[in-house]
């Protein structure tokens, strides 16, 4: 089973607006990940948050975690069409070095 | 600097055919992952090694699957005899291990199967 579960499925937006993306865990974790991959290509790290951060900021994504609810929310704002792709959240748990993705958001950023 | 190197891009081949798919690990890292990707079932973690040695492989579907990694430069996933159900996009990826920062992993662009 999915330790990550992403909603929603995939998101339709025009370019300018902001797209929120969430994800929900199961057990434990150190850090979360998110990762973007492009159709046809491979999967490339975006940002990470350690479980005693609150939020992060990189650029034009932001990333919150809330340990007690077990999930994370990806946000980009000022969106581009070149944001077009499916981004994916990940997680090791238990602190193990297997990482774990979820599902994923299909993200569409129409001009 | 080169990344995560996987070959063939593309393969089709027919049931019962053996498949190997072969990676070339960022140089210096010191994990390796392999996973596979379908529609139906997303994005699976197979096996993965640390320090050339395989620490989990309870991703692997069955005893068609095996995976080596005879040096730090180098893996192998053999499917053997391959079904129409192994086509997948298999991605191997690597990263370096260091502590309690995070195992953030880097993608090769994957092999894409097709068993017919």
């Known amino acids: 089973s999915q330790q990550g579960e992403e909603d929603p499925q995939a998101l339709s937006i025009q370019e300018g607006e902001n797209a929120t993306m969430n994800c929900s865990y199961k057990?434990?974790?150190?850090?979360l990940q998110w990762y973007r991959q492009n159709s046809g290509r491979g999967l490339v790290h975006l940002i990470l948050?350690?479980?005693?951060?609150r939020e992060k900021h990189s650029g034009r994504l932001r990333v919150t975690l809330d340990t007690s609810k077990k999930s994370s929310s990806l946000l980009i704002t000022a969106s581009r069409a070149a944001d077009t792709a499916s981004y994916f959240c990940?997680?090791?748990?238990?602190?193990?070095?297997?990482?774990?993705f979820g599902t994923g958001t299909q993200l569409k950023v129409e001009l | 600097d080169a990344g995560v190197i996987q070959s063939p891009r593309h393969e089709v081949t027919e049931m019962g055919q053996e498949v190997t798919l072969r990676c070339k690990p960022i140089?210096?890292?010191?994990?390796l992952f392999w996973y596979r990707q379908t529609m139906m079932r997303g994005l699976e973690l197979l096996i993965y090694f640390n320090n050339n040695v395989p620490i989990d492989d309870s991703g692997m579907p069955e005893d068609r699957f095996s995976a080596k990694m005879p040096n730090a430069s180098f893996s192998t996933l053999k499917i053997q005899p391959s079904e129409p159900r192994d086509s997948a996009v298999y991605f191997c990826a690597s990263s370096f291990r260091t502590g309690s920062v995070g195992n953030t992993i880097y993608f090769g662009e994957g092999s894409w199967l097709t068993v017919v």
């Open positions: 948050i350690r479980s005693n951060e």
């Open positions: 057990t434990s974790i150190n850090n």
């Open positions: 140089s210096g890292h010191n994990s």
């Open positions: 990940a997680t090791e748990p238990g602190g193990g070095n297997k990482l774990t």
